[in-house]
């Protein structure tokens, strides 16, 4: 049995918690660019008191878990485990895993998935014995650019507008949903949480986003902010059913390319459904972008609320 406890997180926590997830990640994979700013900005929309918890040994921070309501239903619920490499096997990660499952399950889950990084197999195990099985796997792409990007040509019909978001806020959380609505497992979020998410924070910076429009319609779009996990960073690309298979998606990352060139970033990465329906893997790969890291999504059925 742990002799450690699950204890609500802080903002003070920042910088301990960066720690063990840095720690945590150069471990695995050699190095890392993760950094307080990214955390910081991942709780944004995040209840710190009743969705984050930290694992403390004495006055040190070694572990760290979250956990996030998907939807509006309740039903599917979503965390994330670190512990500090240093104390391996010390029962922190189950503490965490079990400990997230329970207050997911009070909130009347049915499902709980939990992300860990595809080369930690220590985790894998972890939850593999706790009745989880993976998913999908998701990757994180990057690209280093050499050269300015050509100049982005759109398909007829489609033109780029720059994004006000007093204006264009409410519509472009529309499109991007709708676009969304059909990758895997995904849950609509309300324009107060997309908006906490992309346009409080400090990295917000419209003259990187991209708002394709056809007439008076979104038809495609990027979210993109700059020094985010070590370069500039692709959160979102989408573009709506009607205007796909026209090679606008390309184009979209593209653009993005060209707006980080301009501002000085060299190294851009994005996160991706590694067996999306869409293409989109492909996409990115055919744009030279290579993957870097990995997680692996596992799942596992809850009863009844406790």
């Not at 799942?299 to 609320?305: F, M, T």
Request: glycine share 12%; charged share 25%.
């Amino acid at each position: 049995m742990s002799s450690f406890g699950l204890d609500p997180a802080v903002a003070a926590d920042a910088a301990a918690v960066t720690e063990v997830v840095v720690a945590l990640e150069s471990s695995l994979y050699g190095q890392t660019a993760f950094s307080r700013a990214d955390l910081e900005d991942e709780w944004l929309d995040l209840d710190l008191g009743q969705n984050a918890r930290v694992v403390r040994d004495g006055d040190r921070i070694v572990g760290y878990g979250a956990l996030r309501e998907q939807g509006e239903q309740g039903e599917l619920w979503r965390a994330e485990g670190y512990v500090h490499p240093d104390l391996l096997g010390r029962g922190i990660g189950k503490l965490i895993a079990t400990g997230l499952e329970e207050d997911a399950a009070r909130r009347g889950a049915r499902r709980i998935q939990n992300g860990v990084f595809e080369a930690d197999s220590a985790a894998r195990r972890l939850l593999e014995s706790l009745s989880y099985g993976a998913v999908r796997v998701f990757r994180e792409l990057r690209i280093d650019l050499e050269a300015p990007p050509p100049e982005p040509e759109w398909p007829d019909g489609l033109r780029v507008v720059p994004f006000d978001p007093e204006r264009d806020a409410v519509e472009f959380h529309a499109a991007h949903q709708e676009a969304f609505a059909d990758h895997w497992d995904c849950t609509p979020r309300d324009v107060e949480s997309w908006s906490k998410s992309h346009l409080v924070s400090e990295r917000f910076d419209p003259t990187l986003w991209c708002v394709v429009r056809a007439g008076d319609e979104i038809a495609a779009g990027t979210i993109c902010t700059g020094d985010t996990y070590g370069g500039g960073w692709v959160h979102v690309l989408f573009t709506r059913r009607p205007w796909r298979k026209q090679g606008v998606g390309a184009v979209l990352l593209g653009d993005s390319f060209g707006r980080f060139w301009e501002r000085g970033e060299r190294s851009v990465g994005l996160g991706v459904d590694a067996a999306s329906d869409t293409g989109a893997f492909r996409l990115y790969e055919r744009a030279g972008m290579a993957p870097v890291l990995g997680w692996v999504m596992y799942e596992k059925q809850l009863g009844d609320a406790v």
